[in-house]
């Protein structure tokens, strides 16, 4: 068991799985765990008390609205996710299950392993909980092999409960990390677009449908498994993280502030629309969309959108909004000028004035913007967001990621000047998008004309031919965290110091006759002939 001491009675199996255990750095609280989980005479977990661990106790409120439907077996398949997680990874021995098989278990969902593997594990759970309920699903996976591959298909419905799950698990896992009192829950966000982008990669069906006026429960696709498990490989890599985060986030919290199994199960509402946590063109829906891209630091970030128990300090994040601070080049550099920090750009815009059908798309970049007569930058990803969600990395083949030129201080003749206004990708003159310096218009080409992102299109039924939309919307999302902030903030504070003094006059100096502008046209009007040298 997880208490002994001496190293003569540790078997090579034991061995084996500390060592795989300690490899993912939680061994010490595996420890505290099985010995808060596990009865003190058999030295097992009983089975219900690990089910309980990673259970979820969900409300219906029955309160989906017209926009979020939500199926009524949702909250029924939430219920089984605790069991699930338990008969996928922990296997059970007649009274519990013993130490050993409760580190394989951990390592199998927690533990390195290659991201079609963790996707098999997280639509494995979504299996087990479907058949747990009673739902129908048409996945399967061949049991002859440890390994096997996914069979079957998914319908839209299907992958939207899918996606809900992992979402709550994800939420489960801030909030239990956080001080946030766990009595707040919120509901579901809209990621629709998420949906439609599996829909629109993987479907077989020869019949086109309207993205801008498509629900999803109206829509009799099949994705089948292999395409599903390509797109999500390739659109959202990091979904399956948010079934190893919440695996080892439930174990975590229980021992760090030894917790009764009943604290760990407190209330989801499982069919209630997420309303309170919409901050303008970055939804909840659309910044966990993103999230899902992301890793590190900058996940991190872009997370504080995601969740009503962050959402009271993500304005700190917003460095730039157009209905907010004015349109314009100008007003748009007054408030990204010094954040040296990653940033996210959403553009919202539409064609043909119709605002019923607006895009929104944007672009990652890993630094703040600069004033610049060439493209600059290091990497950085372009967003297809809504209503159709495709994300574009960096090819490696040029760098022409971030351009940014204002309007020259000085009036200088320029022969060939640069074009004024905000680029990703392409290159001058020809980029794939360019904002132009009013923020009017936005002009989207080919993917064809750019090497340095992925090919894709940014907006349904772009064409190849280049396409100007009308712009509704900026804003501008700064992921470098306080620090970055508190950098701007200083560079403004230098900046505004500066310009306050070049606005003080030197009373002395303008007292002195010799040094008067005065003086100096009367020279030149008493002594024309004096020969004098133009300044250039």
Not at 29 to 46: D, E, N, R, V, Y
Not at 104 to 124: D, E, H, P, Q
Request: aromatic residues 10%; contains cysteine.
């Amino acid at each position: 068991m997880g208490q002994t001491s001496s190293t003569e009675q540790i078997s090579p199996a034991q061995r084996e799985a500390e060592s795989l255990a300690a490899s993912t750095g939680a061994l010490p609280t595996l420890h505290k765990a099985f010995s808060l989980l596990s009865h003190p005479q058999t030295g097992l977990i009983p089975l219900d008390s690990l089910q309980k661990c990673f259970g979820l106790v969900v409300e219906d409120q029955s309160s989906a609205t017209e926009e979020t439907v939500v199926p009524k077996e949702f909250p029924v398949l939430l219920g089984h996710v605790g069991s699930a997680i338990v008969d996928q990874f922990f296997l059970a021995e007649k009274g519990g299950v013993s130490w050993v098989e409760f580190l394989r278990g951990y390592t199998n969902c927690c533990g390195r392993a290659v991201a079609s593997a963790s996707f098999n594990n997280l639509f494995k759970v979504f299996v087990i909980a479907h058949n747990k309920a009673g739902l129908p699903v048409e996945l399967q996976f061949d049991s002859a092999e440890e390994d096997g591959k996914m069979k079957g298909s998914l319908l839209p419905t299907d992958l939207l409960v899918l996606l809900w799950t992992c979402w709550i698990m994800s939420w489960d896992s801030r909030t239990l990390k956080s001080s946030k009192s766990t009595e707040s829950r919120g509901g579901l966000p809209d990621i629709d677009h998420l949906v439609l982008s599996a829909v629109e990669s993987c479907s077989e069906s020869s019949d086109k449908f309207d993205v801008w006026d498509s629900r999803i429960s109206g829509l009799d696709v099949r994705l089948p498994a292999a395409k599903f498990h390509m797109w999500a490989l390739k659109t959202v890599p990091y979904l399956a993280d948010c079934l190893a985060d919440f695996v080892y986030t439930r174990l975590g919290y229980l021992t760090s502030r030894e917790a009764k199994l009943e604290d760990l199960c407190f209330p989801v509402h499982g069919s209630s629309p997420l309303e309170n946590c919409n901050t303008g063109l970055l939804t909840c829906g659309r910044a966990w969309a993103v999230s899902l891209t992301l890793r590190s630091t900058l996940n991190e970030e872009i997370l504080k959108a995601c969740f009503p128990s962050e959402a009271d300090g993500i304005y700190e994040n917003l460095l730039y909004k157009s209905s907010l601070h004015g349109k314009g080049l100008n007003r748009f550099w007054s408030h990204v000028e010094g954040y040296n920090g990653p940033v996210l750009v959403l553009i919202a815009a539409c064609k043909n004035n119709n605002n019923e059908r607006r895009s929104i798309f944007g672009a990652l970049t890993s630094q703040g913007f600069e004033n610049s007569e060439m493209f600059y930058g290091s990497s950085g990803s372009l967003y297809a967001i809504d209503p159709v969600f495709h994300v574009y990395l960096s090819s490696g083949r040029e760098k022409n990621l971030v351009y940014s030129h204002l309007h020259p201080t000085a009036r200088v003749y320029e022969p060939h000047p640069k074009p004024v206004g905000i680029a990703f990708g392409g290159s001058i003159g020809n980029e794939r998008i360019f904002m132009d310096g009013d923020f009017a218009i936005v002009t989207l080409r080919h993917h064809a004309v750019d090497k340095t992102y992925q090919s894709g299109s940014l907006i349904p039924d772009q064409g190849f031919l280049p396409l100007e939309a009308s712009i509704l919307e900026v804003e501008v999302w700064g992921l470098g965290g306080r620090t970055a902030k508190e950098v701007q903030n200083s560079y403004k504070k230098r900046e505004e110091l500066f310009t306050e003094q070049r606005r003080k006059v030197d009373l002395k100096t303008l007292g002195n006759w010799e040094d008067s502008p005065e003086k100096m046209m009367m020279d030149m009007v008493s002594d024309p002939n004096r020969v004098r040298q133009e300044d250039r």
